[in-house]
């Protein structure tokens, strides 16, 4: 792999990072039980991709 395919692989690691870092943070936060809190943080480290955009659509709550 050439650098910059190098660079841009880590430029992306280093995002879904912080988003998933974000999103634990927010869970913690939130008014759930300790145990809804726990399986969300485990859900989202363990599958960082797929775990963070499943609690983007179905774990923030929204409020109008």
């Known amino acids: 792999m050439s650098d910059a395919m190098n ?3 880590i430029a992306i690691t280093v995002v879904v990072v912080a988003l998933d870092l974000l999103a634990i943070i927010s869970v913690f936060k939130s008014d759930r ?3 809804a809190k726990a399986l969300w ?4 480290a ?3 991709v797929l775990g963070l955009l ?3 659509t179905a774990g923030i ?3 109008q």
């Open 61 to 63: 709550r929204r409020t």
């Open 7 to 9: 660079y841009f692989a």
């Open 41 to 44: 943080a485990i859900g989202i």
């Open 33 to 35: 039980t300790v145990g």
């Open 54 to 56: 499943f609690w983007l």
């Open 46 to 48: 363990l599958f960082p």
